[in-house]
């Protein structure tokens, strides 16, 4: 198949990218690089023996979006490109509503302009919000309680893939909830590499580990759970990257459908730094502060749909992915 990724040198993406081509799909990636290098494209290649064409561009472009769908004829999407830091939506959230929502739209008005009818779109396990129940269903309600414009974008996309199936019988969206991604290939040459000061726990982990950042600063140990730090359902991008190809096949089915990719455990953010210090045979230096506004004390996904229908669940562990973010570190340093 003749696949466009969209933001696919970014962390889960250039993932993705790698299964795409070991399974012989032909891939056309576009990315504007907002978060992402372009030499990532290089380790693909290395990896894979192949090189995916690349778009230098922004899906904000529609005129250049139209021209590449010109130049190719897609059997189906994948829909990674966006922005992502839950903070900088705050401050500005008009920018994440342009880049997220406009750039979406402009990208299915050429999927329905060139008879494109099949998207995986990259979602996100805060379109379930806040909830007092814990493990998140798919059948769980959507939208209310999102923290912050970030996930409402998740929310909002999700809402528009609906309407276009509902709009086109034969249209077919799968929207993949995320959860907690952690770990990268085992090569250790593409992860995760954000710009600036990152925001996650898990590159924020390496920067400390990497000497780059003198501590991690654990975002309250009050919260109302067994170690009193928040707990996580952290998952294996590379298993993340195999359900984006299981989700390739539920394409064949018109209609939306959304799919938790989770591992169905949830682990605390101090049993993560207790992991990676065993793993790593060093302290991390951290220490705890204040919690952060918007965080959820504990969230963690059902992935039973996903085995049924998909065929997939998460195969790795913390402890893989630990190791693998150590072979990625020692590549980087
Ligand atoms: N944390 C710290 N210190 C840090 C960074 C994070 O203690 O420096 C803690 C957070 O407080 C949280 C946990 O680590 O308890 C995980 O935080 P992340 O920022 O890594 O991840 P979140 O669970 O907040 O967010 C993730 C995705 C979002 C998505 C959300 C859905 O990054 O895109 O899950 O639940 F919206």
Known sequence: ?????????????????????????????????????????????????????????????????????????????????????????????????????????NLLKCMQDKGVEKIIFSSSATVYGDSDIKERLETMPTGQNIAN????????????????????????????????????????????????????????IMKVASGELQELSIYGNDYDTPDGTCRRDFVHVSDLAKGHLAALKALETPGFKAYNLGTGTPTSVLEMVAAFEKISGKPLPHRFVARRPGDLAEIWANPSLAKKELGWQSELTIEDALKDTLTFLSNHQ
Request: negative net charge; charged residues 20%; glycine residues 8%.
């Open 1 to 105: 198949m003749k696949i466009l990724v969209t933001g696919g040198t970014g962390y889960i993406g250039s993932h993705v990218v790698v299964d795409l081509l070991n399974e012989g799909h032909e891939v056309v990636i576009v990315d504007n690089l907002i978060n992402s290098k372009v030499t990532v494209l290089d380790k693909i290649t290395e990896i894979t023996g192949k090189t995916p064409i690349f778009y230098y561009e922004n899906l904000t472009n529609f005129e250049a979006l139209q021209k590449i769908f010109d130049e190719h004829q897609f059997d189906s999407v994948i829909h990674f490109a966006g922005l992502k830091s839950v903070s900088e939506s705050v401050e500005r959230p008009l920018l994440y509503y342009c880049e997220n929502i406009t750039g979406t739209i």
């Open 149 to 204: 414009p970030y996930g409402r974008t998740k929310y909002m996309i999700e809402e528009i893939l609906k309407d276009v199936c509902i709009s086109d019988p034969n249209f077919s969206a799968v929207a993949l909830r995320y959860f907690n991604p952690v770990g990268n290939h085992s090569s250790g040459l593409i992860g995760e590499e954000p710009n600036g000061i990152p925001n996650n726990l898990m590159p924020y």
